[in-house]
């Protein structure tokens, strides 16, 4: 009965899902390792001579200007957490908001407002929208988190507003308002908790998302500005590969690889376990 | 004659039905009195529910008044109408697993009546909240407070919708259908519970239902509505006697039909 213990044992149950998660947990403590000062301190230094073979010295070898490229693949680790999670928080919490207040006062024009927001974010095409933002915060490095909260919000919204909706005209809600409860108090304690499912799989995948698109617009120069990343690191390997060095391009695209096909087994596991249908069977 | 606690006068619902507005609820007027158990029986889509959600507020009242010692529910802006409910006037549900929030445990949902309405503290309104589990009959109080609904059987989570529902010892309790969804046995212990602790607390109440055997069991008067109209209204022993609208007597008739059948 008790909710902790079904998911768990669910999960147990679920080999390719835990897989996900020792992978994901994996990364995660190289993330909390960097993050602390253990490990990947010496990403842009460079110590050695320009293409380096992998040996003792330099695992993974060196890139065109000397740098260890182990050193930089397992500091992106931390570079792709922190935009995960600040985009996947922040992104989910604004589209819950949005949503909420959209689907409890639907059809007013506070539901019109948010609803044509969306439709505006919604109709620019993004890479052209992170760009705009991109060059109106001036190469600012958290112009992409904020390029990215404005548009991943919208999914998470759309969703929350139509299960809002739904739940206002559900009997719990009626007889919290039969018990006197304002307005706001009902709405954060007896309809936002009520679409925690849809919360915590939109997380997940705006993580992916978000992890995805730092890689391609720091590839494509819109993305970390000081600091490093799988995506910068892709970007140098395009010289390195027509010369023949692949160190560059294999760690940058194995571990990127590895985390979202890690984190994508353990979102659909997770997404099984809590699916609230499955539940009550 | 003391004045009533509830008096409804000229009440009006309307519906949007196609762009034409349609009233399902119809100029209906009755008076509740302390202590009083009053029936409102009908066909289903008959207006009983609207009825019950006007007078929680829920749905706008087109046209009429009513009273709740002496105040018109009907003009009271929302924040004011919001200190009424769960005080003076409180409603059942007639679904109990929808009418309790799924991700909260029951004992939470007490408490947050008085912390509402009697300003308790966190403490004390779980203490409230379990002394009000006792009362409507749990044995084990404890245990259900720290449940979640869906651990709750059916005529379980009715007494916790009543124990939130009585809380307060509200005026007027609305209860609209309570136990349509349970079985006859579960039906009468929370019937029985439900007027017993109504009667210590002086409240009124309005039992919606098309269960004629509740009312006569239940019930000191009666209304019958039908189509959004009330066309009879007398005491429960007269009624069943001499019932004096022709739909009244088919609807006793049908009754009997089943009992027979």
Known sequence: MNAERRIWGQLRDDPAGLAGLVVVGLFLLVAMAVWLGLIGQDWSAADGARWETP???????TNILGQDIFERAIYSVRTAFEIGLVVAVSSTLLGA???????????????GAILWLKGVLDSIPFYLFVAAVAFALQGKGWAM?????????TTTGRLVRAEVMKLKTREFVLAARTIGLPDALILGRHVLPNTIHILLVQASIAFVA???????????????????????????????????HFSNFLAASLMLFALLMGFNLLADALQDAFDPKQASQ | MKSPVLAVRDLSVFLQDGGQPRAVVDTISFELHEGEILALVGESGCGKTKTAEALMGLVPTAAGSIELCGTNLAALPEARLRRVRGRDISMVFQEPLTALDP?????????????????????EARRAALEMLQRVGFADAGHVLRSYPHELSGGMRQRV???????????????????TALDVTTQAQVLARLTEMAGEAGTAILLITHDLGIVAHYCDRAAVMRMGRIVEQAGVDQLFAQPQHPYTAALLGAARGNLLS
């Open chain 1, 210 to 244: 978000a992890i995805k698109t730092e890689v391609i617009l720091s590839f494509l120069g819109l993305g970390v500005q000081d600091g490093v990343s799988w995506g910068l690191m892709l970007a140098e390997s395009t010289q390195e590969v027509l010369a023949g």
């Open chain 2, 161 to 179: 919708v009543i124990a939130m529902a009585m809380a307060c010892r509200p005026r007027v309790l609305v209860a609209d259908e309570p136990t």
């Open chain 1, 97 to 111: 908001l949005l949503g909420a207040l959209a689907g409890w006062y639907s059809h007013s024009w506070v539901d």
């Open chain 2, 103 to 123: 991700v909260f445990r029951t004992g939470n949902q007490i408490a947050d009546v008085f912390r509402r309405h009697r300003g308790l503290g966190r403490a």
């Open chain 1, 145 to 153: 988190h904020v390029a990215m909260i404005a548009t991943f919000w």
């Open chain 1, 55 to 61: 040996g003792p010295d330099h695992w993974f070898g």
